[in-house]
């Protein structure tokens, strides 16, 4: 470099700045990926997808079939014994939207609890853990720029989320063979969700689109 004419090497008094950050140097720093991707990704910063010790376990289950032309859809949440709620859901009402509608209302009961909810919907499972933050991120638009299907639904999750004291929210797979307590909470919800969707009362006429909601939850 000293060869070079446009070259100028002098010694300079100006401190290093890093001088004054505080610390000891070569302290090490602790960073869990895992966990700072949870805190980011997650619904609920104490969100967990494995079992609380020393807390409630309830089941939740949306059904959804068609009867003579007409979808029924109804919701239920329960212990491994006992019914928490059920109640009928609106003529057409989608499969997914039901299993939303079911998580929501379990954790609006699990206010001020310690959970452990269980929903056989992968849909389900997916929004309250990753999928609902990243499209409240995104203003309710998919990757491709479109809105995403049950927004105002997927807000109230999100909200509904953040009532209990703290909560897991677990898969568990459908229709299994009956041989745990889990199985056991798991089909009973799945017969109380049919139950409830067959006292409903169906409405005749077109089904509307919802419109594009805003991140209040608000209709547009």
């Known amino acids: ?17 890093a001088s004054f950050l505080s610390g000891n140097q070569g302290e090490p720093i602790h960073h869990n990926c895992l966990e700072t991707i949870e805190a980011t990704c997650s619904s609920c910063s104490d969100l967990k997808d494995i079992p609380l010790d020393d807390a409630e376990t309830w089941f939740t289950n949306g059904s959804n079939f068609i009867i003579n032309g007409k979808r029924h859809g109804g919701y239920a949440v329960t212990t491994s014994r006992d019914l928490i709620e059920s109640g009928p859901l609106p003529a057409g009402t989608p499969a997914q939207k039901t299993e939303i509608i079911a998580l929501t209302h379990a954790l609006e009961f699990s206010k001020g609890k310690r959970m452990n909810i269980y929903t056989d919907s992968r849909y389900a499972f997916r929004v309250v853990h990753a999928h609902g933050v990243i499209w409240k991120e995104r203003g309710l638009f998919n990757s491709q720029g479109k809105n995403i299907k049950h927004a105002r639904e997927i807000i109230q999750l999100l909200e509904a989320v953040q009532l209990p004291e703290k909560v897991a929210i677990m898969h568990i797979k459908a229709h299994q063979k009956v041989s745990s307590e889990l199985e056991e909470g798991n089909e009973l919800a799945d017969r109380e969700a049919k139950e409830a969707a067959k006292g409903q009362e169906t409405v005749e006429g077109a089904l509307i689109p919802d419109g594009q909601i805003s991140l209040e939850g608000k209709l547009v």
């Open 1 to 17: 470099m000293e060869e070079q004419d446009d070259v100028e090497i002098v010694v300079t008094n100006i401190v290093n700045p």
